[in-house]
């Protein structure tokens, strides 16, 4: 029985953690995207003109050359820079 535990713990670990939230701040037109957010951005959270997106629409929207946050730097944790 313990070892039972022990697998669906470890089981458990290799499960990924849920994937962020990814905003998108646009501009007054909802076509102008002016920057793209984590979902935990204090900036992002202050604006009102944002949406959330999956994480490939906002690399959609990173290699569209909208630029990334700079308090999160999400263009650096969606990994596409290399
Ligand atoms: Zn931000």
Redesign the pocket.
Known sequence: MEERREAERRRGEEMRPPPPEW?L?HGLHRTNVD?V??GE????AKSRRRRPVTRQQAIEALRQQVPA????R?DTTLGILD
């Open positions: 905003l701040q920057a957010h984590t951005c204090w900036a992002a946050c700079v308090h999160r999400p």
